[in-house]
């Protein structure tokens, strides 16, 4: 029987729908079925084991899991033994400590002797170690940033994306302690067969991922233009240049970042170029 590989993601919550999503751009499509605890998949031999994120990096360090996608902040709180094989660059947040507006901040010497509430006692311990400073760790698993406002904690210690959860609770952050976003995760004794596998889908999420910010632009360009274009588009190899029928005339096909687009269009069209098609890109292979 050919060997399946088994990835654990996040059952629902904030990486679900982006997981799942870029396992479809990778030509994987996952059986609809929220209520399985196991879907089987199409277009690569492998099958997905939803879970609670916070069981994600305990499943791989088993082996329940070969594989599990999952927040950088889950894999260092749990500790479990795992190898982060590859930042998939969504989900991005950070661990930071927040203390009430006007509570007088300044430095990490004010969290001496003071209560924090937490669901990251781990995270926060090492750091409070590293830094020779005692305080009391209160954990609670929900609705930290109100512990202040109710009087169960001095300071909080969550996870920060925007920083409107904050405001809206009247807490500034004043330290960051961690950078997470969402990674792959992997057993650290998969047998040889399975490496071989996670190497074949971790190529892909790369093929994707190069793709993600980029436009395939295409344009008419008078011939005697081209020169100038190519120096209107910085930083990227050099267009593709192809005859057209009347000769005075090319086609130029560039790969363009989304954030620069609109600009290099004006500046296209400045000097002539017509006919601008742009593309989504979907695979980059190098
Ligand atoms: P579960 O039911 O699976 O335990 P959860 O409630 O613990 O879910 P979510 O809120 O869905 O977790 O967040 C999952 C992960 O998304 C976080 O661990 C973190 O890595 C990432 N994340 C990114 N931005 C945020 C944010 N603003 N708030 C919370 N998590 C975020
Ligand atoms: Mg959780």
């Known amino acids: 029987m050919e060997k399946l590989l088994r990835l654990a993601v996040q059952a629902k919550g904030r990486l679900n729908e982006e997981s ?5 751009e990778c030509g ?11 879907a089987r998949c199409g277009g690569f031999p492998v099958e997905v084991l939803y879970l609670r994120d916070d069981d994600i990096p305990q499943a791989v360090s088993m082996g329940v899991a070969d594989i599990g996608i999952v927040g950088l902040n889950e894999v260092e709180e749990k500790g479990f033994p ?5 930042r998939l660059g969504f989900g991005a947040c950070r661990l930071s400590l927040a203390v009430p507006k006007g ?5 990490t010497d004010w ?10 006692p781990e995270i926060l311990t090492r750091y409070f170690t590293s830094k020779g400073i005692e305080a009391h760790i209160h954990q609670i698993a929900g609705s930290v940033e109100i512990a202040p406002s109710v009087g169960m904690a001095d300071a ?15 807490l500034a952050e004043v330290e960051t302690v961690m950078e997470s976003q969402a990674v792959v995760i992997g057993n650290v004794e998969l047998g040889e067969s399975k490496l071989a596998l ?11 991922e190069r793709s993600r910010g980029l436009k395939y632009v295409l344009m008419n360009l008078p011939r005697e233009k081209v020169t100038e274009a190519v120096s209107l588009l910085p930083g990227l190899k050099s267009p593709t240049v192809l005859p057209l029928a009347d000769e005075g005339w090319c086609s130029l096909h560039a790969v363009i970042r989304e954030a620069d ?19 989504t890109m979907e695979k980059t292979i190098p």
Do not use: C, P
Not at 263 to 278: F, H, N, P, T, Y
């Open 20 to 24: 799942i999503q870029l396992l479809e």
């Open 28 to 38: 994987v499509t996952v059986e609809e079925s929220k209520r399985k605890l196991v």
């Open 82 to 86: 795992v190898d982060v094989l590859h």
């Open 103 to 107: 509570a007088g901040y300044t430095g």
């Open 111 to 120: 969290f001496a002797g003071r209560r924090i509430a937490t669901s990251y």
């Open 156 to 170: 909080i210690f969550d996870i920060v994306s925007s920083g409107g959860t904050l405001v809206r609770n009247g």
């Open 198 to 208: 996670v190497k074949q889908l971790l190529f892909r999420f790369e093929a994707v």
């Open 261 to 279: 687009l609109w600009e290099r269009i004006e500046s296209l069209k400045g000097i002539g170029a017509e006919d601008i098609l742009v593309l």
